[in-house]
Nanobody, 124 residues
Framework: QVQLVESGGGLVQAGGSLRLSCTASGRTFSTYAMGWFRQAPGKEREFVATISWSSGNTYYADSVKGRFTISRDNAKNTVYLQMNNLKPEDTAVYYC?????????????????WGRGTQVTVSS
């Protein structure tokens, strides 16, 4: 069993920054890709970013490309999402997820463990 716990969310003004963290339990963290997704009220959960097991590959949604950076520290079983130049449309609950694959995938169906989420609110 894997447990994922997100932290770092909060309220920030437009143009500001936040850094989300997600710490995983279990010994298989370093073997699999990790991803961040988000869900705004009334909308479906959408892909934000993903990183391969070795950090060699990353991929971002077009809406966050150039503003968000995903990274991981396998020694700490932790994946991060650095969010800069935040916009009101970034407001959502952010979830980290563990993939069933080592490579990067966008489809949320390829992720089998999810955290409970952390709220990010960007005011205009």
């Amino acid at each position: 069993q894997v447990q994922l716990v997100e932290s770092g969310g909060g309220l920030v003004q437009a143009g500001g920054s936040l850094r989300l963290s997600c710490t995983a339990s279990g010994r298989t963290f370093s073997t699999y890709a990790m991803g961040w997704f988000r869900q705004a009220p009334g909308k479906e959960r959408e892909f934000v970013a993903t990183i391969s097991w070795s950090s060699g590959n990353t991929y971002y949604a077009d809406s966050v490309k150039g503003r968000f950076t995903i990274s991981r520290d396998n020694a700490k079983n932790t994946v991060y999402l650095q969010m800069n130049n935040l916009k009101p449309e970034d407001t959502a609950v952010y979830y980290c997820a563990k993939s069933t694959r080592s490579g990067i995938y966008v489809n949320k169906d390829t992720y089998n463990y999810w955290g409970r989420g952390t709220q990010v609110t960007v005011s205009s």
